[in-house]
């Protein structure tokens, strides 16, 4: 972010002589964001949380990126969330996979 010393995952200037910016912080929320787990299946779960300054975003598409362990402890790293995915877990023998994963966005003030 210009003349400062924080950072931000995603900065935007709007105009090229403009000193405005926006600026988007993608974090976790302890008690508010978590992983999701087998038990979670149909369920809205919030896994990311982002601090938004001066933008405010209306939809988020995932993509690859994300990291899937199964419950018998097989680690996927790079999975592509933008369609559905699954696999094989050859220490449970079974199929895995993640489905039509939707995103939501809400409102949270911390206390």
């Known amino acids: 972010m210009s003349g400062s010393k924080g950072t931000a995952n995603f900065v935007m200037k709007f105009a090229k ?25 149909g369920k809205f779960v919030p896994v990311m949380a982002f ?37 094989w877990d050859e220490k449970i023998n079974e199929s895995i996979g993640i489905y039509s994963v939707e995103a939501k966005f809400g409102l949270h003030k911390s206390k």
């Not at 001066?54 to 990126?65: C, K, L, S």
Request: aromatic fraction near 6%; charge should be negative; include cysteine.
């Open 51 to 87: 601090e938004c300054r001066g933008i405010e975003p209306t939809a988020f598409h995932p993509e690859d990126g994300f990291v899937v362990t199964s419950k018998g402890g097989k680690v996927f790293d790079d999975v592509d969330l933008s369609e559905d995915w699954s696999e």
């Open 17 to 41: 002589d403009s000193r405005h910016e926006c600026s988007i912080n993608v974090m976790q929320l302890k008690g508010v964001t978590r992983a999701v787990t087998e038990d979670d299946e």
